[in-house]
Every structure is written in C-alpha cells, then in structure tokens.
C-alpha cells in the first residue's frame, strides 16, 4: 500500500533515447511534483501540477514533458538523453498547494545517461 | 529570490555526541518544514514549524524556528547510527496560492561514527 510510487527504481541508458518515469500516489492528494537532485544531494523542483493542470514549470528543457492523465498519476518523459540528466528523479505530492502541506516522496528514480 | 543557507554542509559525530543543523533566510519565512534523507532513500518529512519562537520535539529531535522567523534549526540529542543522513530544511515565504512551490535548502549530511 505503497503512498506515492514511481517506475522504474533505476534507469540506464545511451544519450539520445527517449526514456519515460511514471508516478501514481493513492493518497487522494490534489497536487503532484517532480523533482531532480543532483550527484551534490541539491533537490530542485521541475514540475507541479495541481489537479491535472501544470502550475509549475521551472527552468526545465524542452526535452522534459510531463503529462498527467488524471490526480493521481505524474509521468515524465525524456527525449534526447544527455549525460547531465543523470541524476534521481522524485515524484511526490501534496494535499494542495498551499504553504503548509508537507510533501510525500516516493523512493525515486535513479536515472543513469551513458 | 529567497536566499536560504543550510549550515553545515557536513558533520560527522561519534556516537552519544549531540548534532545541530540550522537553516538561516535572508527574508521572513511563513514556515519551514524538515525532511530526512537516509542514504540511498528518499526524503521523509519530520515536522513542520509555523509560530514565531515555536520549539517542538520529537524524542531525541528539537525543532526551533527563530523569534523574527529567519533561522531554524534541527538539534539532536546523543545521535545514534539511526539518525544517518541528509537533513533538508525546507523554508516557505508564503506565497501560498496556485503557484506554491516548495524549495530545499542543500542539506546537511550526518554520518555517526559507532
């Protein structure tokens, strides 16, 4: 009964494939993240989408699309790996995006460009 | 942008000594939240501080957030190989709204030596 959880745990692949990381949380929770966090431990956040509307888009390329097909599930895909995507990418969500809403985690996705 | 500085990057303890982390903003703060990394894990929330002054406590674990809401820190009284980890602090200027969007500070990693 796992809250928030992401597929695959790991990923490895050649740079310029498409790869995809999917996310579903049972929590009932209204908002959804991702997040990256580097070799360094720095956790930046990518994404937010707030009942299946994307609220959040921070500094992100182009080659990151996030889609959410209904609350409860945050994929992400990447086109065109490069090396610099490597790195473990979280999902978590929130009850709503208001200030004091802790965020849940799943047990993220590390993701390895070769 | 806000400015949020996480001191120490790291700390290593032998075991039984006590561990302090602080979280220092160059601007007021309407909260801040602390999450707990094990190696390897993901980020799990500990406590969120609201109150100006406001100390909680959780067994071995002492949370304060400072009187003009700027600082904070996570103490831990006589540190056991259990408290391993990435301690973030997680400061919120309260913007609240739509747009929220929950920034980490870098983290400071404990290692206990037993």
């Known amino acids: 009964d796992t809250a928030v959880s992401q597929t695959p745990k790991y990923l490895v692949t050649q740079m310029g494939n498409d790869k995809s990381i999917k996310c579903e949380q049972n929590?009932?929770?209204?908002?959804m993240y991702w997040y990256k966090q580097d070799s360094k431990k720095f956790l930046k956040i990518m994404f937010s989408?707030?009942?299946?509307?994307?609220?959040i888009n921070e500094t992100v390329p182009n080659r990151f699309s996030p889609k959410s097909p209904d609350k409860a599930h945050l994929n992400l895909h990447i086109n065109s790996l490069e090396l610099g995507d490597s790195a473990v990418y979280f999902c978590?969500?929130?009850?709503?995006?208001?200030?004091?809403?802790?965020?849940?985690f799943g047990n993220g996705t590390r993701l390895t460009v070769t | 942008g806000q400015q949020v500085m996480q001191i120490p990057q790291y700390q290593h303890v032998q075991e039984g000594e006590d561990f302090t982390t602080y979280c220092n903003s160059s601007?007021?703060?309407?909260?801040i939240q602390w999450y707990k990394q094990r190696p390897g894990g993901h980020p799990v929330f500990l406590i969120q501080?609201?109150?100006?002054?406001e100390v909680k406590k959780q067994k071995r674990l002492t949370f304060q957030f400072g009187e003009a809401k700027k600082n904070s820190s996570l103490h831990i009284t006589a540190t056991q190989t259990t408290d391993v980890g990435t301690y973030f602090c997680?400061?919120?200027?309260?913007?609240?709204?739509?747009?929220?969007?929950?920034?980490f500070g870098k983290g400071t990693l404990l290692t206990v030596n037993p």
């Open positions: 978590a969500s929130s009850a709503w995006t208001a200030t004091n809403s802790p965020l849940h």
């Open positions: 929590l009932g929770h209204d908002t």
């Open positions: 989408y707030n009942n299946k509307e994307l609220i």
């Open positions: 601007t007021t703060l309407s909260n």
């Open positions: 501080l609201v109150k100006s002054g």
């Open positions: 997680a400061p919120d200027k309260g913007s609240g709204g739509s747009n929220y969007k929950l920034t």
